[in-house]
């Protein structure tokens, strides 16, 4: 198990070796733009206003993202409606919703790892068929457009619009098979660099700051460690690699969860395998834009897929999960 | 006054700031009518299907109309800059989904194209509760995806679902 710390000074390694692509190339191979808008998302300093649409649903956002000699720092807040706000210092996330209290999580601070894996890339361009489409301008920056279209019908077509010198994601389009737009966001507005992004949301209120530490003393003693758990897959999708098998606590579940993660490189599918006393409240298929959820119950067990696949591939993946010992 | 309509609008405002304001708000027809305009704007962006072409026209027009803010005072010189831009930003993303709805003009919307497709096709319930809720799964997944790694903490916007 590596420390949070010890992750952090790994990326930061990472960021300092890609320093040197860090001006992104419009000669760079097609793949390599992916590497990019990663890189730009964790490392650029930025804030705007993003509009996400996904049918009838639009929603604006602010979206701020530090990263500074204390590591990473990035808050979404909904422009719109009640409060409803996420703050995550590298691996806490803060949760605020409407007035209730705030919500304290600690999250894995590797999320930059997997797409970065050079057998991820590899996985990208075996699911993928890359091409690098017009020159555009989003939200007044110049902006490179690249598609990824999916060599079958087991994930979504992306389209993704990168500032030109920095390569950080300006506009996203998730298309279906028939080329219909799932899911759509882009920046209406947004600031690039510079020194006068607002930083005051990094540290928490003196409240906050308490209840974090509270919370943290009891997360501890949980925390996630790698497993075989026995459960098996037997039907995941064609391309899908597993990344990841962990036991995890998450958020109150007072029994940790079993995670299996898998990725064709670009789309994510997880397994969580929990055991319950009753049936789910919220049971069967759930989704919103280009992300699917579908729960399955087997024993004792409740069974939930998590994926930015087609629903037919979460149900695919829940109805193969069968418990194999061990 | 829309400065200050917007300003409430981002959630920036102080509580007894928004307590004046909203006393304004109730004396005076012309901020109302602002009032009115800017939440059109969020009716809009919620309802994207019932936005028409000719909207960010008249969109545009307000936007003429109002005061451009050259030179910020120089009593509060960051909170002027902050108000001019968050005008125009409400302006920019209503371009945006104007855009936005265009594009989805172009194709039949994705919902009624599910309900048309046939039964093979598996139609899903959008995360729909009573109030606000994270949905903890989804946060848990998004650690590991490429795409959600890219999107940064817009990626929230999956896991943390609006009314």
Redesign the interface.
């Known amino acids: 198990m590596i420390s949070p710390t010890s992750k952090w000074r790994m990326y930061l390694a990472l960021t300092c070796l890609s320093a040197f692509n860090v001006q992104a190339d419009p000669l760079m191979s097609d793949a390599e733009w992916?590497r990019t808008?990663?890189f730009a998302?964790?490392q650029t300093n930025f804030s705007g206003?993003?509009?996400?649409?996904?049918?009838?649903?639009?929603?604006?956002?602010?979206?701020?993202?530090v990263a500074d000699g204390d590591g990473e720092h990035?808050?979404?807040?909904?422009?719109?409606?009640?409060?409803?706000e996420?703050i995550?210092n590298n691996d806490k996330?803060r949760?605020y919703?409407?007035d209730?209290k705030v919500?304290v999580?600690n999250?894995?601070s590797?999320?930059?790892f997997?797409?970065l894996l050079p057998e991820?890339m590899q996985a990208?361009k075996e699911n993928y068929l890359i091409t690098q489409s017009e020159e555009d301008r989003v939200?007044e920056y110049h902006a490179h457009t690249v598609v990824f279209q999916p060599k079958d019908n087991l994930r979504y077509t992306?389209k993704?619009w990168a500032h030109s010198e920095s390569g950080l994601?300006l506009k996203?389009?998730v298309l279906?098979e028939?080329?219909?737009?799932?899911e759509?966001?882009?920046f209406?507005?947004i600031k690039i660099g510079g020194k006068d992004i607002d930083r005051k949301w990094i540290k928490p209120s003196e409240d906050d700051a308490l209840h974090l530490a509270r919370h943290l003393e009891q997360a501890s003693h949980s925390g996630a460690e790698s497993v075989v758990s026995g459960w098996q897959i037997d039907a995941i999708p064609v391309g899908f690699k597993k990344?990841?098998e962990l036991r995890?606590s998450?958020?109150d579940?007072k029994i940790p969860v079993v995670?299996m993660?898998y990725?064709d490189?670009?789309?994510?599918i997880?397994i969580?395998i929990e055991k319950v006393s009753q049936a789910p409240t919220k049971a069967?298929?759930?989704?919103?834009?280009?992300?699917?959820?579908y729960n399955r119950r087997v024993g004792d067990y409740l069974v939930?897929v998590?994926?930015?696949v087609p629903?037919?591939v979460v149900?695919q993946v829940a109805d193969s999960v069968r418990y194999a010992g061990g | 006054m829309k400065e200050k309509i917007s300003v409430l609008?981002?959630?920036e405002m102080f509580e007894d700031d928004a307590e004046l304001f909203f006393d304004k708000l109730k004396r005076h027809p012309q901020t109302s009518q602002d009032w009115a305009m800017y939440h059109l704007i969020?009716d809009a962006?919620?309802?994207?299907?019932h936005i028409h072409r000719d909207v960010s026209a008249a969109f545009h027009e307000r936007l003429q109309a109002e005061p451009t803010i050259l030179a910020p005072q120089s009593r509060a010189p960051q909170r002027m800059k902050h108000y001019a831009?968050s005008a125009?930003?409400s302006l920019?993303?209503l371009?945006?989904?104007a855009w936005?709805s265009l594009?989805?003009d172009k194709?039949?919307?994705?919902?009624l194209?599910a309900a048309q497709q046939s039964d093979?096709?598996?139609?899903?319930?959008?995360?729909q509760s009573n109030?606000?809720?994270?949905?903890?799964?989804?946060?848990?997944?998004?650690?590991?995806?490429?795409?959600?790694?890219?999107?940064?903490?817009?990626s929230?916007?999956?896991?943390?679902?609006?009314?």
């Open positions: 992916l808008m990663v998302a964790h206003v993003v509009v996400y649409q996904s049918g009838g649903r639009v929603e604006m956002s602010r979206i701020t993202h990035e808050r979404m807040e909904g422009l719109e409606g009640e409060r409803r996420v995550r996330v949760v919703l409407g209730q919500r999580e999250r894995r590797h999320r930059v997997p797409s991820q990208l939200a992306r993704m994601l996203a389009v279906d028939h080329g219909r737009i799932i759509q966001q882009a209406s507005q990344l990841f995890r998450i958020s579940k995670q993660v990725s490189g670009l789309s994510g997880s969580f069967g298929l759930s989704g919103q834009g280009a992300v699917h959820v939930t998590v994926g930015e629903p037919r149900i | 609008m981002d959630g969020g962006l919620r309802q994207p299907e831009l125009a930003a920019m993303a371009a945006l989904v936005m594009q989805i194709e039949p919307a994705p919902q194209a093979n096709v598996v139609r899903p319930a959008s995360f109030d606000y809720q994270s949905n903890d799964y989804l946060m848990a997944h998004q650690e590991f995806s490429p795409s959600a790694d890219v999107q940064g903490a817009a929230y916007i999956h896991s943390v679902e609006a009314k």
